[in-house]
């Protein structure tokens, strides 16, 4: 499979193959020549002497300060040089993987007026898996990421640290060596190129919209198995109540819940009994789970537009035609971003209220989840944790790009904080994992009080993969080693793909997926 850089089909799915080592990316001819022919019609202004920011002026507050020809080379370096100021830990492999492959793909569109050796360059380092040390704080979300970018790009010109394959940091001088290379010199404005743009916030976007649609399966998943557990109705989730109310996320939820459930033999053993309603943990899983999944979808939408876009300054049409504007501004994914944030953080708060209510001793269900209570603590502290990464959540649903704090001397007197928002929302999808962990071994503990009554046959083989993660609780054990066992479940995405291939349950919801 070829996926081809600065093409107009490039997806979500093909940065995330990249970025993943599951593919190669390449340039085609077509867009090699593109590439070549906007670097041109930057050399041609650097031979006229025409002012454009950025190609022979300072950055920022000094854009009035004309730089000579003789030392444009100059200005580029000391750009990254004097940009990459982040603090903090290392960001992830994946998510510096996902700002090389979206930023080489930025900059094959041929408005950036950057080398196509340049380019080949990061192209070189991503395919021999050199990861750029780069800081996760630092980035106010315009003019661009410029200090994770700084970061990302010191390595061309022979500065900073690396990882190569996985393996310790080292000194990018001693990592070219290794391979017999050297630094490159950078060209007119291909510094300004390179740091310039939104990729630090777009990797954080493209990541967490496969860790949530991920997430989302699996909270449908295990909230059937505590609506079986607590022998709740599955009328809330018929086709025609959400018809006349048609938000595509509940229709989704209520279909796939439907489907989970189908030919459950402990569904159909209370059928008739004279509980009228449940609470809104169960009843209302299309409505909570389906918000979600819109959310979801708009940052999706917003995301796909953003990865095919270019977003540094200024772009170059040509030799007498440049446009110095805005579109390194984060604000359309910081929104978006922080939207998502608590639209996750909603898929915690619901399921610690599905698990409080398997341990109240309520619905034919012993007390703590444990036969013989008073000796046993059984199964009351996990909701603590719950509660308590629900309540962490809430404090980061506070909007980062709500906030703006003026920066370089006034000249960027609006920042998005944008990557903020990208830092938070993982932070939160890492705790809403947790969630749902202690959700499904609450679930499938209750389930087991059902017996011999059996769910549906999905929900069955889901119990049974649990079981052969950790078994049944029959008295008080280190419980911290069973939340961490299904932590690390939920985290393969093992569940999904179990449901997936036994029975296609999301049929005619393909927007609601990465394809």
Same mark, same amino acid.
């Given at each position: 499979?070829? %996926?081809?850089?600065?093409?107009?089909?490039? @997806?979500?799915? #093909?940065?995330?193959?990249?970025?993943?080592?599951?593919?190669?990316?390449?340039?085609?001819?077509?867009?090699?020549?593109?590439?070549?022919?906007?670097?041109?019609? &930057?050399?041609?202004?650097?031979?006229?002497?025409?002012?454009?920011?950025?190609?022979?002026?300072?950055?920022?507050?000094? /854009?009035?300060?004309?730089?000579?020809?003789? =030392?444009?080379?100059?200005?580029?370096?000391?750009?990254?040089?004097?940009?990459?100021?982040?603090?903090?830990?290392?960001?992830?492999?994946?998510?510096?993987?996902?700002?090389?492959?979206?930023?080489?793909?930025?900059?094959?569109?041929?408005?950036?007026?950057?080398?196509?050796?340049?380019?080949?360059?990061?192209?070189?380092?991503?395919?021999?898996? %050199?990861?750029?040390?780069?800081?996760?704080?630092?980035?106010?979300?315009?003019?661009?990421?410029?200090?994770?970018?700084?970061?990302?790009?010191?390595?061309?010109?022979?500065?900073?640290? &690396?990882?190569?394959?996985?393996?310790?940091?080292?000194?990018?001088?001693?990592?070219?060596?290794?391979?017999?290379?050297?630094?490159?010199?950078?060209?007119?404005?291909?510094?300004?190129?390179?740091? $310039?743009?939104?990729?630090?916030?777009?990797?954080?976007?493209?990541?967490?919209?496969?860790?949530?649609?991920?997430?989302?399966?699996?909270? #449908?998943?295990?909230?059937? %198995?505590?609506?079986?557990?607590?022998?709740?109705?599955?009328?809330?989730?018929?086709?025609?109540?959400?018809?006349?109310?048609?938000?595509?996320?509940?229709?989704?939820?209520?279909?796939?819940?439907?489907?989970?459930?189908?030919?459950?033999?402990?569904?159909?053993?209370?059928?008739? /009994?004279?509980?009228?309603?449940?609470?809104?943990?169960?009843? /209302?899983?299309?409505?909570?789970?389906?918000?979600?999944?819109?959310?979801?979808?708009?940052?999706?939408?917003?995301?796909?537009?953003?990865?095919?876009?270019?977003?540094?300054?200024?772009?170059?049409?040509?030799?007498?035609?440049?446009? @110095?504007?805005?579109?390194?501004?984060?604000?359309?994914?910081?929104?978006?971003?922080?939207?998502?944030?608590?639209?996750?953080?909603?898929?915690? $708060?619901?399921?610690?209220?599905?698990?409080?209510?398997?341990?109240?001793?309520?619905?034919?269900?012993?007390?703590?989840?444990?036969?013989?209570?008073?000796?046993?603590?059984?199964?009351?502290?996990?909701?603590?944790?719950?509660?308590?990464?629900?309540?962490?959540?809430?404090?980061?649903?506070?909007?980062?790009?709500? #906030?703006?704090?003026?920066?370089?001397?006034?000249?960027?007197?609006?920042?998005?904080?944008?990557?903020?928002?990208?830092?938070?929302?993982?932070? %939160?999808?890492?705790?809403?994992?947790?969630?749902?962990?202690?959700?499904?071994?609450?679930?499938?503990?209750?389930? #087991?009080?059902?017996?011999?009554?059996?769910?549906?046959?999905?929900? =069955?083989?889901?119990?049974?993969?649990?079981?052969?993660?950790?078994?049944?609780?029959?008295?008080?054990?280190?419980?911290?080693?069973?939340?961490?066992?299904?932590?690390?479940?939920?985290?393969?995405?093992?569940?999904?793909?179990?449901?997936?291939?036994?029975?296609?349950? $999301?049929?005619?919801?393909? =927007?609601?997926?990465?394809?």
């Amino acid at each position: 499979m070829q %996926i081809s850089y600065g093409d107009s089909k490039f @997806s979500i799915s #093909d940065a995330i193959a990249i970025a993943s080592k599951q593919y190669r990316g390449t340039i085609s001819t077509d867009i090699k020549s593109r590439i070549s022919k906007s670097s041109s019609h &930057v050399q041609d202004i650097v031979a006229s002497g025409k002012i454009v920011y950025g190609v022979n002026t300072g950055f920022g507050p000094l /854009c009035d300060t004309r730089i000579s020809s003789k =030392e444009t080379a100059k200005l580029q370096s000391n750009l990254l040089l004097s940009h990459a100021v982040g603090v903090g830990k290392p960001l992830d492999a994946f998510l510096v993987r996902l700002m090389m492959v979206t930023k080489i793909h930025a900059l094959a569109k041929g408005y950036s007026g950057i080398r196509l050796s340049t380019i080949e360059r990061i192209m070189w380092f991503l395919d021999n898996d %050199i990861i750029p040390f780069v800081p996760e704080k630092g980035s106010v979300g315009a003019s661009g990421d410029l200090a994770p970018l700084a970061h990302l790009f010191l390595p061309l010109i022979g500065h900073g640290k &690396v990882s190569v394959n996985g393996g310790e940091w080292i000194s990018t001088k001693d990592a070219l060596n290794k391979f017999g290379m050297n630094p490159i010199e950078l060209g007119p404005k291909e510094g300004l190129a390179l740091i $310039n743009g939104t990729q630090f916030i777009l990797a954080h976007s493209i990541s967490a919209l496969k860790r949530w649609m991920n997430i989302l399966e699996l909270a #449908d998943v295990v909230g059937a %198995i505590s609506l079986e557990a607590l022998k709740g109705s599955a009328a809330p989730f018929d086709k025609r109540l959400h018809e006349i109310r048609p938000f595509k996320g509940n229709q989704l939820v209520a279909q796939r819940l439907r489907n989970l459930l189908y030919d459950s033999e402990v569904l159909k053993s209370h059928v008739d /009994c004279d509980r009228v309603q449940d609470p809104y943990s169960l009843r /209302c899983m299309p409505q909570v789970h389906g918000a979600s999944r819109n959310a979801w979808l708009h940052l999706k939408e917003l995301t796909e537009i953003e990865l095919n876009s270019v977003t540094d300054n200024p772009i170059i049409l040509s030799s007498d035609e440049t446009i @110095s504007g805005g579109n390194f501004h984060g604000q359309s994914l910081a929104l978006a971003l922080d939207y998502a944030a608590f639209a996750a953080a909603e898929l915690g $708060n619901i399921s610690d209220r599905r698990c409080y209510l398997m341990i109240e001793g309520r619905y034919e269900l012993p007390k703590l989840l444990i036969p013989n209570a008073g000796l046993n603590s059984g199964l009351m502290i996990p909701q603590y944790t719950t509660a308590a990464l629900v309540t962490e959540n809430k404090t980061m649903c506070w909007p980062a790009s709500a #906030d703006s704090v003026p920066t370089s001397l006034g000249q960027e007197d609006h920042v998005s904080m944008g990557s903020i928002s990208g830092r938070k929302l993982h932070q %939160i999808l890492d705790n809403v994992e947790y969630i749902l962990a202690i959700e499904l071994l609450y679930a499938t503990q209750a389930l #087991d009080f059902r017996r011999p009554l059996k769910s549906s046959e999905l929900i =069955e083989q889901v119990h049974e993969l649990v079981r052969n993660h950790v078994s049944l609780i029959t008295e008080d054990r280190l419980f911290a080693d069973d939340i961490q066992i299904l932590h690390e479940l939920v985290r393969s995405n093992e569940i999904n793909e179990l449901i997936s291939k036994n029975k296609p349950i $999301n049929d005619g919801f393909e =927007e609601f997926y990465l394809s």
